[in-house]
């Protein structure tokens, strides 16, 4: 075979030592593809300006001439070295710190190349780098790639070695993206992008390089997810359901309700893919309150009644405890048994547990994400259910492959997505919308109002609490501080406690054991307490239909998508529900997020307004960890590029001869080396 610069090991580059080579593995460099990928972030502009363009307070490159004697002071150790200069026609001061040596250079007359940070009112420059021409030093003129370095790399030595490893291996650089993207968009080839982020000629050139590699890494990463969901599609190695009609509307009439059309067609689209021979890798959206629980319970009804066991992913104890409950009620008719494996499940439970699992006599668990990894073995498992925090990765599919499983999956987001993004983001998947409510739902009614009011919402709370209903307030966020949560939550508790000395008031938050925890969510199911003191642990799928009162403390402090989450608490019964938010917001984002909130109820229109204040980096940032780290690309600024990207690929893989033709080989092999193929041939 021959060798591809992505085998070569760095320490063939010269000037690459022993110790050195050490340091670059712990960056993550261990070939030279790894090197010449490892662009810089930003560059140190040594192009001269002239004095008449620059701001105070501006770093500048100078060509200037030495014209006075250089003259040194020393202070309790340290240094401080002026010497006039000119660059025609202005004079000004250039100064050194503690680099004394520098005196003997500055002889009148020679020409200087001086970088640092301009002072206008003291005409003077702060030098923290220079060059003599008469030297033919290089730095002058051109922009200066920065990289991220550390312990014995240093900037000039990264530099060093890249333009080493370019000399060397540059015309190694294979073009990767086929001829016609090349055409479309008229990129410069691959070698001379890389080549070109490096060492800028211009900044022109350099965007061009990097226009050309932001592209192909969002270029890749589409083809990746979509052809993974083409090749799932066709591969037909998933389990084949078999349950039949009858056995599943049984089950779904024996529940309290009747499905909303929105759940029955994606009841519809779930059984499909069940009992199709490829593995099912589904989204469900929804907005908060729409009924998705009841989907998930279906898929796991129909696998049992295929003969397969279920899995069923939730992030918090809480609601893994709250799900154990809802469908062991709705399953015990038909014979259907349900375990529980979370952190607290230890010991004998724990093994007990886990052995019913393996020999079958457990058909669906609920926990959380341990519940897929290391000693967890199921006699055969069809379905895993999950949510979008633990949205399934290739490396969950590959630690269930490793151990005999290729379960069908359907991934569960309260957070809607709009749909062009959903498709971007989650191009691997199938995506099912749950896009009404069940029916009989009052609205929620949100007010905004400022903390002076709080006698106010304190009557709204007893009101609500006499006529037998359930409120949750929600303590502020402090994001540097748990502890200071903590401590606000168990303040305001004493506070609403002295205050309602008639009603239970309970606490709940992050530093509570998950037993704790558990008893004061089953006090406040029950309607034992009325009030529930929490900070946001209450947020995700936490369902007690009889509360109807939310009040979130200095709402301000929480993102849009999170206070639809916190608000979905409430609204999920037959009664009109209320949701307050208490803030004096400082900023105009702040103050927008409230109006917002006040102004829809529609998580679809909530998620489309964050995504407008937020932009798509950081709307992802929080909730998604699937998202690849891009080297170059950001999701905010070349949202664009990624469209485009998602749409080229769609129409290269509707193409047959993607599958065979030549032109395409860089990319069925970079597909076959993704860990995401484990190796399957693309020809
Ligand atoms: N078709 C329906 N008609 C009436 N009530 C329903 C219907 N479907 C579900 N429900 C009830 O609506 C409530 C909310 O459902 P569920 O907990 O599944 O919501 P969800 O989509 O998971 O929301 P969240 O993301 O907020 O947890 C539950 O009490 C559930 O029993």
Redesign the pocket.
């Known amino acids: 075979m021959t060798s591809t610069i992505d085998t070569i090991e760095v320490k063939t580059i010269t000037g690459v030592s022993a110790q050195k080579l050490g340091e670059l593995h712990a960056f993550g460099v261990f070939t030279v593809k790894d090197l010449l990928e490892y662009y810089p972030f930003r560059y140190e502009d040594y192009r001269p300006r002239s004095l008449s363009e620059i701001k105070h307070g501006d770093k500048v490159t100078l060509e200037a001439k030495v014209i006075g004697i250089p003259v040194l002071q020393r202070f309790g150790g340290k240094s401080r070295l002026s010497c006039k200069m000119i660059a025609e026609p202005w004079m000004f001061t250039a100064t050194w710190f503690n680099r004394h040596y520098v005196r003997e250079q500055l002889t009148v007359g020679r020409e200087i190349v001086l970088i640092g940070k301009w002072d206008q009112k003291r005409t003077q420059i702060t030098v923290t780098d220079y060059e003599f021409p008469d030297r033919g030093e290089g730095k002058t003129g051109t922009l200066q790639p920065v990289y991220s370095v550390g312990g014995k790399i240093t900037q000039s030595w990264i530099r060093k070695i890249i333009n080493q490893g370019l000399q060397q291996f540059g015309d190694m650089i294979p073009e990767i993206l086929p001829h016609s993207i090349m055409r479309k968009y008229d990129f410069m080839p691959r070698k001379r992008a890389i080549a070109t982020i490096h060492q800028p000629v211009d900044t022109r050139e350099g965007q061009q390089g990097r226009r050309r590699m932001v592209y192909e890494e969002l270029f890749l990463f589409q083809l990746k997810v979509q052809s993974f969901r083409v090749l799932n599609r066709g591969r037909m190695d998933g389990v084949v359901h078999t349950v039949d009609n009858t056995t599943v509307r049984q089950f779904v009439r024996s529940?309290?309700?009747?499905?909303?059309d929105a759940?029955k067609h994606v009841e519809l689209e779930i059984l499909h893919d069940m009992r199709s021979p490829y593995c099912m890798n589904r989204l469900l959206q929804?907005?908060?309150?729409?009924?998705?629980?009841?989907?998930?319970a279906i898929a796991l009804f129909a696998t049992v009644k295929s003969g397969n066991q279920g899995a069923f992913m939730v992030p918090t104890e809480i609601l893994a405890e709250q799900h154990l409950r809802?469908l062991a009620k709705m399953f015990e008719p038909f014979g259907v048994t349900v375990g529980l494996l979370t952190g607290s499940v230890n010991g004998r439970k724990r093994k007990d547990l886990l052995a019913a699992l393996q020999m079958g006599m457990i058909d669906v668990v609920i926990g959380t994400h341990a519940l897929i990894q290391e000693d967890v073995f199921f006699r055969g498992l069809g379905v895993v259910v999950t949510d979008e925090q633990h949205r399934f990765g290739v490396n969950q599919r590959s630690v269930l492959r490793r151990k005999g499983y290729n379960p069908d999956v359907l991934t569960?987001t309260?957070t809607p997505i709009p749909r062009t993004l959903a498709i971007t983001v989650f191009g691997d998947m199938d995506v099912s919308t749950?896009s009404e409510r069940?029916?009989?739902r009052i609205p929620i009614t949100t007010y905004w109002v400022k903390h002076d009011l709080m006698e106010r919402v304190l009557k709204l709370i007893s009101r609500e609490i006499d006529q037998g209903r359930q409120a949750y307030l929600i303590c502020p966020l402090i994001e540097e501080s748990e502890k200071l949560d903590v401590q606000n939550a168990i303040d305001l508790h004493i506070q609403m406690g002295q205050a309602f000395p008639n009603y239970k008031v309970g606490l709940l938050h992050g530093r509570m054991t998950p037993s704790e925890k558990d008893v004061v969510m089953r006090a406040f199911y029950s309607n034992e307490l009325q009030l529930l003191i929490s900070t946001t642990v209450v947020e995700?799928?936490?369902?007690v239909?009889n509360a109807t009162l939310m009040i979130i403390m200095d709402a301000d402090r929480f993102g849009l998508s999170q206070l639809h989450?916190l608000r979905?608490?409430v609204g999920?019964?037959q009664n009109a529900s209320y949701c307050v938010l208490v803030a004096d917001p400082k900023s105009e984002i702040g103050r927008e997020r409230m109006t917002a909130m006040t102004e829809t109820d529609d998580g679809f229109e909530i998620s489309r307004r964050d995504l407008a204040l937020r932009g798509p980096g950081d709307f992802f940032g929080t909730k998604q960890s699937g998202l690849p780290e891009f080297r170059l690309a950001d999701m905010t600024a070349d949202f664009e590029v990624l469209e485009q990207a998602r749409d080229d690929v769609a129409e290269l893989l509707r193409d047959v001869a993607f599958w065979t033709s030549p032109d395409f080989a860089p990319l069925r092999n970079y597909l076959q080396n993704e860990q995401i193929f484990q190796g399957d041939l693309m020809d």
Do not use: I
């Open positions: 529940l309290p309700f009747e499905l909303t759940q929804g907005d908060v309150g729409s009924g998705k629980t009841v989907l998930a809802s569960m309260a749950l069940p029916k009989g995700v799928g936490v369902d239909p989450q979905g608490r999920r019964g």
